[in-house]
């Protein structure tokens, strides 16, 4: 299956991607290599201090932005989620839709990362 | 197709700055920035961004930082800004409203909406700066018409009294010159450029209260008679009455300026002048210095009734109070002013 199917299949409007794009395909899957290589290097994980997640906000806050912009829909809504969570100081319930979207964030990168070779 | 306008991205994300020079690339030259300071810097190093698509949430100098700097410099009034933001933070945006954006730009972007939303209010700025353009040109037009008639109604007055108008022009540099010496030198009397330039423009109307003094007295060739310099002094008070006539001919602080410079230029520093007898720092300080560069003009030129001084000449009778007393300050300043320009007639205005 193609990596457009594929994600696709994994909930990402890759139409919706595209056409932001003024319908470039190749810029669409160029962005989705960098998209890998931001999230990868911010590396959240939902042990992270309950005190103190400052930082973790500013970075969840850029991979929604980032995500939505490029229609990676799942991922997008899950963060929207956090981010939400994390400015109303509800960091536990955070963490819960963190452990539930990591899962789906790992497919989906695998998904981009087996194409990209 | 060449492109005329060009857009400022600024965002700290690579991703989101591809994504929106894509969508803009078509209509508009892209400058990219991923921080603040990047976004300061293109500001100050390109004259033509018609727009600046900005990220609020940027590590170092954030969005409302940049905001901060526009409004300093001025430029938040002729370049829209448009914030870029993934979610409600209402204190921000509220913030970035009254530091002057424009809009809001809510990620994931909708190009179509977002093309037509930006050049609307590009064009729309477009038509403002130029519109802004055009009133400063004719306002300067307006000024500089203005300032002529003034001049042709002082050049008048002068040919009346068989000078060429060139004393009217000399008076003005000289004036230029003197006020900013005395502004340098002296902080109680420190002036603008600006304020500088009126009071220069204002002097050429110092006279123009002789246009009521009959030809006869005008243009004697020989000494005025008590009675005849009695009626010649009059020119500072009909001079006076005739501006305040017009109070609309000019800027209000010009007209002043010009009031004052006419009813006090023969006003003396030891209150011996004429025409109220003002005494030191109670005659304003543009009118003294008009007193001094009229006295020294008046002393280095030929008229019906004397040949001309030289330039040392008429220097030393001004130091020796030989043409009345002036302020001890503003004859420092005469005197630097020589020293570093030579004559001061030469000064340009």
Redo the contacts between chains.
């Keep these: 299956m193609e990596l457009f199917d594929e994600l696709t299949a994994l909930g990402v409007n890759v139409d919706d991607g595209v056409n932001r794009l003024g319908g470039n395909e190749a810029l669409y899957k160029k962005l989705l290599g960098t998209f890998v290589k931001t999230v990868k290097g911010y590396d959240i994980k939902p042990d992270f201090d309950s005190e103190n997640y400052d930082d973790i906000t500013e970075k969840a806050h850029a991979i929604k932005g980032i995500a939505g912009n490029l229609s990676i829909t799942p991922v997008y809504e899950g963060y929207t989620q956090i981010v939400s969570l994390l400015r109303s100081k509800e960091p536990e319930r955070a963490k819960d839709v963190l452990k539930k979207i990591l899962p789906v964030q790992v497919e989906i990168m695998g998904c981009i990362e087996k194409h990209s070779g | 197709m060449e492109k005329e306008k060009t857009i400022l991205i600024v965002d ?5 700055r ?2 929106l020079a ?2 803009f690339k078509e209509s508009y030259n892209i400058i990219q920035a991923s921080d603040g300071n990047q976004a300061i810097e293109a500001l100050n190093a390109n004259s033509d961004i018609s727009a600046v698509l900005l990220d609020l ?1 940027m ?1 170092g100098t954030d969005g409302l930082g940049v905001l901060r700097d526009m409004k300093k410099s001025g430029k938040i009034y002729s370049i829209p800004v448009f914030l870029i933001t ?2 409600e ?1 209402e204190k921000m945006l509220i913030e970035g409203y009254h530091l002057g954006a424009v809009d809001v730009i809510r ?3 909708m ?1 179509h909406f977002l093309k037509h939303r930006i050049s609307n209010i590009v064009e729309l700025y477009g038509h403002r700066n130029d519109l802004a353009k055009v009133v400063e040109q004719q306002v300067a037009r307006l000024n500089y018409l203005n300032q002529s008639m003034i001049e042709i109604l002082a050049t008048a007055v002068e040919f009346r009294d068989s000078e060429s108008g060139e004393h009217v022009k000399r008076i003005a540099g000289m004036t230029k010159a003197l006020m900013t010496e005395v502004s340098k030198r002296y902080p109680e009397y420190y002036m603008t450029v600006d304020e500088i330039d009126k009071i220069s423009k204002s002097s050429v109307l110092h006279d123009v209260g002789k246009i009521s003094i009959p030809d006869s007295i005008l243009n004697k060739p020989g000494r005025l008679t008590p009675e005849e310099y009695e009626i010649m002094k009059q020119h500072t008070v009909k001079g006076y009455d005739f501006l305040m006539q017009f109070p609309d001919i000019i800027d209000e602080s010009t007209y002043r300026y010009s009031c004052d410079i006419c009813r006090y230029h023969h006003e003396r520093w030891d209150g011996r002048g004429y025409p109220d007898g003002l005494k030191g720092d109670e005659i304003p300080i543009w009118a003294q210095v008009v007193s001094v560069a009229d006295v020294y003009d008046a002393l280095t030129a030929e008229r019906v009734y004397k040949k001309p001084f030289s330039h040392e000449k008429a220097v030393d009778m001004i130091k020796n109070g030989e043409c009345g007393i002036f302020n001890p300050k503003l004859l420092n300043a005469f005197e630097a002013l020589i020293q570093m320009h030579g004559n001061p007639s030469d000064q340009e205005r």
């Design positions: 700290d994300m690579e991703i989101n591809i994504i894509e969508i949430i590590p993934a979610e933070n990620k994931p972007f190009s």
